[in-house]
């Protein structure tokens, strides 16, 4: 199970930190992604974490604002955005790898890669 938080309103060139919970005890052998659907568009990807922490991957969107990590010991992944922009308006949603272990980037963007995802938490960005 994933509980996502942190969401909320902010204006252009703020920040937010979003986290997400999981349950269980093998947190650690599994990839862990944030993916965000705007009104009227589709899911699309935003980052992802290996299951070590060692590897991150970002659509080009975010790279340099946005900021994945996970903490093992505490069963959590965080996505830290800065620089917000009225475009990353959306809800956000932390998932979690189908399969152990590794994954390859193009895996880690593909929402099917994922089998359970947490309920959302809304971001507003307003200018």
């Known amino acids: 199970q994933l509980q996502a938080s942190g969401g909320g309103l902010v204006q252009v060139g703020g920040s937010l930190r979003l986290s997400c919970a999981a349950s269980g005890r093998t947190f650690d052998n599994y990839n862990m992604g944030w993916f965000r659907q705007a009104p009227g568009k589709e899911r699309e990807f935003v980052a992802a974490?290996?299951?070590?922490?060692?590897?991150?991957n970002y659509v080009d969107s975010v790279k340099g604002r946005f900021a994945i990590s996970r903490d093992n010991a505490k069963n959590t992944v965080s996505l830290q955005m800065d620089s917000l922009k009225a475009e990353d308006t959306a809800v956000y949603y932390c998932a979690r790898s189908l399969k152990r272990y590794y994954y390859t980037d193009t895996e880690s963007m593909d929402p099917t890669m994922y089998g359970y995802w947490g309920q959302g938490t809304l971001v507003t960005v307003s200018s």
């Open positions: 974490i290996s299951y070590s922490g060692r590897g991150t």
